[in-house]
């Protein structure tokens, strides 16, 4: 593998002066606010033959009232599918465009502009695929007639994530065409490069002032020294896909010798004599999209472990493993200004865990992004991502997998709204916080750290914003046995959710007023895998919620554990109601129902401040 020093690295995508930048403006007006923008999962993937499609899995390509719902979060912008496979499944026949016309026209009248993607994490309809000679060409065709069709839309994302897409298919083989070698992966990326190429190419036609706006995943790889080749090399290639577009990849760029030994010589100079540079640079940095290398294999569990042809390496979370922890998502968006000095924002902002960890994760984007502007950095919006949560993405879409809650949870067939809502809804305007939303995440909290901690860099900038969890308002528990308040404790000590002092020993004490009120008890009646949770609640910013969890009585640790954390959901979903939560033995899920309003006593829970609330 060749050896990339870190200058080189840096100067290698560094904005030309002689060539285009995009299209936005190069000088961020102080005076713009930060726009919130929304997106749906939307990734219609291919694994063999068959496809599998987020649309329908989320129920979302049967509810066009969904769109409602997510114009009053007050959303700017919407990143909405008008996808290959979907709409022109076969070459001989018409497109369909029954199902985008009315969306679109939706939107259109919600006041919501659309930043419409073509193929999200696809190989295209079944004719082709990214490895095709066509694929770019053919996509340029279809984008031809997406953008007759909708000749007003004026934001485009042709090909979402070109570099994770290509490593997916065609480098480790998850998705089709199930490819996994170096050329393999470098002519997928070409395709899709040329696909966007090719796309904007024909937008443009119709509608000359249509803007790309291209994402990709962006995190950086750590590593231990024997991997520091490695490190580089992906260091490198995650910048691989903007790097083209942008025409950078020319004779000096590190990357120009090894497409060149491949046979992409004249294919990468046609690229750079005609590139189609971003107007936005889209970022989507996850928690996962740090990474770490290290060669001692024994701090790892096996299926973390693999090679790349010349050494064996554990490659885990870089948040997992770094003190002090990496720069996440802030290094990421200003690595990407540094580098294209174009307008960014974040286009994917997401985490997949629990209520309280995905309000955090929301404000903490939300936070750093209005630094970076105040900072003279040109971010244009925050991106509120799977609006309806993600089916499989635990299995990298190979199997059937486990949903995720985004910020309309759908589980039931009907959106409803998670916390998320209100706190996506409330950032843009400056409303007071959900209370657990103050409180640090678990990637800033000494737990996150699963292996031997490792020193790679310095400590990140101090100027980013951490929440002060100390100042939060806490919770007050009370049930019939210090067990069942010592498992709630432990629940909340994980999740991070901040105790009144008594939480466990029951003693009365003059803790800051509770945000909620929890009452524990236990049913003898209750079917073993069945529980239910009254949630009260005036609706007013300072008002208590009172929460009621009852769960099967006896020997079932791991049921009121369960059920006591889908519990917790529900009280910070501010969920007012009586719900019956049930346990799936089949597949050891969560099924959350209504039965029936509040019952008057769950409505007069006694709270008295200072004090522990005791039962009337």
């Known amino acids: 593998m060749a050896v990339f020093d870190e200058g080189t690295l840096r100067a290698a995508g560094r904005a030309d002066p002689s060539r285009p930048a995009g299209g936005g403006t190069m000088t961020p007006d102080p005076r713009s606010p930060l726009e919130l923008w929304g997106g749906v999962e939307c990734t219609v993937n291919r694994v063999g033959d068959r496809y599998r499609d987020q649309s329908v899995l989320s129920g979302h390509h049967d509810r066009i009232g969904d769109l409602d719902l997510f114009a009053g979060l007050g959303l700017k912008a919407l990143r909405y599918p008008v996808l290959w496979e979907r709409t022109a499944a076969t070459p001989d026949a018409p497109p369909d465009w029954s199902w985008s016309d009315a969306r679109l026209a939706r939107l259109q009248a919600l006041g919501i502009r659309p930043i419409v993607g073509l193929v999200h994490h696809g190989s295209g309809p079944s004719h082709t695929h990214l490895l095709d000679d066509d694929f770019a060409a053919g996509l340029g065709r279809f984008a031809g007639q997406v953008a007759a069709r909708y000749p007003w839309v004026q934001d485009w994302t042709p090909v979402n994530e070109p570099v994770t897409t290509a490593r997916f298919s065609a480098l480790y083989g998850h998705w089709y065409p199930h490819r996994r070698d170096l050329r393999s992966f470098w002519l997928a990326l070409l395709n899709q490069v040329d696909a966007t190429r090719f796309a904007m190419r024909a937008i443009r036609r119709v509608n000359p002032a249509a803007r790309l706006i291209q994402t990709d995943d962006l995190g950086r790889t750590y590593s231990t020294d024997p991997l520091r080749d490695q490190a580089a090399f992906d260091n490198l290639r995650r910048w691989a896909g903007w790097d083209l577009l942008f025409g950078h990849v020319t004779p000096g760029h590190p990357l120009f010798a090894m497409l060149d030994d491949h046979g992409f010589g004249d294919r990468i100079r046609a690229i750079a004599d005609d590139p189609c540079p971003p107007d936005i640079v889209g970022v989507n940095h996850y928690l996962t999209s740090d990474r770490f290398l290290d060669h001692r294999l024994a701090h790892y569990p096996t299926d973390l472990h693999g090679d790349n042809g010349h050494v064996r390496y554990a490659d885990t979370e870089a948040i997992r493993v770094l003190d002090p922890p990496p720069g996440g998502m802030r290094?990421?968006?200003?690595?990407?200004?540094?580098?294209?000095?174009?307008?960014?924002?974040?286009?994917?902002?997401?985490?997949?865990?629990?209520?309280?960890?995905?309000?955090?994760?929301?404000?903490?984007?939300?936070?750093?992004?209005?630094?970076?502007?105040?900072?003279?950095?040109?971010?244009?919006?925050?991106?509120?991502?799977?609006?309806?949560?993600?089916?499989?993405?635990?299995?990298?879409?190979?199997?059937?997998?486990?949903?995720?809650?985004?910020?309309?949870?759908?589980?039931?067939?009907?959106?409803?709204?998670?916390?998320?809502?209100?706190?996506?809804?409330?950032?843009?305007?400056?409303?007071?916080?959900?209370?657990?939303?103050?409180?640090?995440?678990?990637?800033?909290?000494?737990?996150?750290?699963?292996?031997?901690a490792y020193r790679t860099h310095p400590a990140a900038d101090a100027g980013e914003v951490i929440p002060d969890g100390g100042t939060a308002r806490p919770i007050r528990l009370w049930g019939v046995d210090a067990g069942s308040r010592r498992t709630l404790a432990d629940l909340c000590a994980r999740r991070g959710i901040h105790l009144g002092s008594d939480a466990v020993t029951g003693t009365p004490t003059n803790d800051a007023m509770p945000w909620a009120v929890v009452h524990l008890e236990r049913d003898a009646g209750s079917a073993v895998e069945t529980g239910t949770a009254a949630l009260t609640w005036a609706g007013g910013a300072g008002d208590v919620r009172h929460l009621r969890i009852v769960a099967p009585a006896g020997e079932c640790p791991d049921v009121f554990r369960t059920v006591a954390d889908a519990a917790l959901d529900i009280l910070i979903d501010d969920r007012a109601g009586h719900w019956s939560i049930r346990i799936c033995p089949k597949t050891n899920g969560i099924i959350v129902k209504a039965i029936e309003p509040a019952r008057q006593d769950d409505e007069e829970l006694p709270f008295r401040v200072g004090a522990v609330a005791q039962p009337a």
């Open 331 to 452: 290094q990421a968006l200003s690595e990407a200004w540094d580098r294209y000095a174009t307008p960014i924002a974040a286009t994917e902002v997401h985490n997949g865990c629990t209520r309280d960890e995905q309000l955090r994760w929301a404000a903490d984007a939300w936070d750093l992004c209005c630094g970076l502007k105040a900072d003279g950095v040109d971010v244009r919006a925050v991106t509120a991502w799977s609006l309806l949560g993600s089916h499989g993405w635990d299995t990298l879409l190979t199997g059937n997998g486990s949903y995720e809650v985004g910020v309309f949870d759908v589980r039931n067939g009907i959106p409803q709204p998670t916390a998320l809502a209100a706190l996506w809804r409330g950032l843009a305007l400056g409303d007071e916080r959900h209370p657990v939303a103050r409180q640090s995440g678990w990637w800033r909290r000494p737990e996150r750290l699963l292996y031997p």
